[in-house]
Structures are given as structure tokens and as C-alpha cells.
């Protein structure tokens, strides 16, 4: 490949797909006006990827935790 050909990722094709404007702006690295909005969503998200891990652990805890009590009811049935 050439020194000169740029990869095109797939994101990069659906970032042209969804809104061109964008995609040329970022391609020509200009400063989006609202840094603000965008930390905020930025945080947003954070937050949410906290809270979902967060919330997978304790379904987790919940099934393993259904799981023992179902086996000691079973273990204590059978005796």
C-alpha cells in the first residue's frame, strides 16, 4: 500500500454516513464549539458504564446466590 492512502475504518464510514459535515470536520481537525456539552456527555456515559457494571455484579450475585440456596434446600429435601 502506498505511503500516501490513508485506512478508512468502518466507524469513519458511518460517521460520513450519519452526518458528512462532522465527518469532514473531524477529518480537518477543527474544534467543535461545545467542548462543555460534550464533557457533560462524556461524564454522562461514565457514569452510566459505572453504574451498568455495577449492576451486572450484583445480577451475578443474585444468580449464583439462587443458585445455593436452591441446592441447600435440595440437599436439606433429601435428607
Given amino acids: 500500500m502506498a505511503r500516501n492512502q490513508r485506512t478508512i475504518r468502518a466507524s469513519e464510514i ?3 454516513l450519519y452526518c458528512q459535515r462532522a465527518w469532514w470536520y473531524r477529518r480537518k481537525k ?6 462543555g456539552e460534550l464533557a457533560g456527555g462524556e461524564d454522562f456515559h461514565r457514569r452510566h ?4 457494571r455495577s449492576s451486572r455484579s ?8 439462587m443458585v445455593l440456596a436452591l441446592l441447600f434446600g435440595a440437599i436439606a429435601f433429601f435428607q
Fill in 14 to 16: 458511518g460517521s460520513f
Fill in 30 to 35: 477543527v474544534s467543535s464549539i461545545n467542548t
Fill in 49 to 52: 458504564v459505572t453504574q451498568t
Fill in 58 to 65: 450484583l445480577m451475578t450475585a443474585a444468580a449464583i446466590f
